[in-house]
C-alpha cells in the first residue's frame, strides 16, 4: 500500500491514540508509539497524539457538577474531540476489553459523544486470541458510539509467542509487524480523508 499523495495545503490528519493497557512496558502501549514514529518519519499528513487514560477516574456521574467534567476528564475529552480520527490499541482481558478502555470510553460517551461521527481503527497485542475479541467486542460498542471503523487490515499479534516481537521495554521490534502496523495507519489516513470529503460534499448540498 503507497503512502497518501498530499499537497502543502492539505488538511493534517489528526489521531487520537488510545492505549487499553496502563502498563508502562505494553505491548499494546509500544503499538502506539510506533505508529507515532512512523507518521513522524514516514507518513505525509497524519500526526497522532495519545489521550491518556491513566489518571481518569471510575466513571460516575456525581463527579459532574454543573455540567462539567473533572480536570482529567475533560483534558482526555478535548484531544478525541479535536481529532479526525482514533487509533485503539486494546489487550484481550477475560475474553473483552480491559476496564480502563471501557471507563475511557464511557468517559468520550458522555453528553456530548466526543467520539461521535469519527473514523476509527483498533489493532491488538494480546495472548489467546490475540485480542480478536477484545477488537470485536470494541466495535460492537463502537456501533452505539457512532464511530466509523476502517474494516481491513486488521492486526492481531500473539505477543509472547516466539520469535520475540517486542523488546523487554515493550518496544516493536518485528520489522513485519511494523509493515502491517504503517498499512492500518494508511488505511486509516484514505478512510478519514473520504469521510471527511463526504460529509462537506453533505454539507454543501
Not at 136 to 152: C, E, P, S, T, W
Request: net charge neutral.
Amino acid at each position: 500500500m503507497e503512502e497518501t499523495v498530499m499537497s502543502e495545503n492539505a488538511a493534517i490528519i489528526k489521531v487520537a491514540a488510545i492505549c487499553g493497557s496502563l502498563r508502562r512496558a505494553s505491548f499494546n502501549r509500544g503499538l502506539i508509539r510506533c505508529a507515532m514514529k512512523l507518521c513522524e518519519d514516514e507518513i505525509i499528513g497524519m500526526q497522532i497524539e495519545l489521550a491518556d487514560i491513566a489518571s481518569l477516574p471510575l466513571i460516575n456521574t456525581d463527579l459532574e457538577i454543573d455540567g462539567g467534567y473533572p480536570a482529567a476528564v475533560d483534558a482526555f475529552r478535548r484531544i478525541i474531540l479535536d481529532a479526525d480520527s482514533i487509533l485503539f490499541a486494546s489487550p484481550e482481558y477475560n475474553y473483552s476489553l480491559s476496564a480502563p478502555l471501557k471507563n475511557a470510553i464511557d468517559w468520550a460517551s458522555r453528553p456530548p459523544n466526543v467520539m461521535a461521527g469519527k473514523t476509527a481503527a483498533v489493532v491488538s497485542a494480546a495472548g489467546g486470541s490475540a485480542g480478536q475479541r477484545s477488537q470485536y467486542h470494541l466495535r460492537q460498542a463502537g456501533v452505539f458510539l457512532d464511530l466509523r471503523f476502517i474494516n481491513k487490515p486488521e492486526l492481531f499479534i500473539l505477543g509472547r509467542k516466539p520469535p520475540n516481537k517486542f523488546d523487554g521495554d515493550g518496544n516493536l521490534i518485528d520489522s513485519e509487524i511494523k509493515t502491517r502496523l504503517k498499512e492500518v495507519l494508511l488505511s486509516l489516513q484514505s478512510f478519514t480523508r473520504r469521510h471527511k470529503n463526504g460529509m462537506q460534499k453533505i454539507n454543501e448540498l
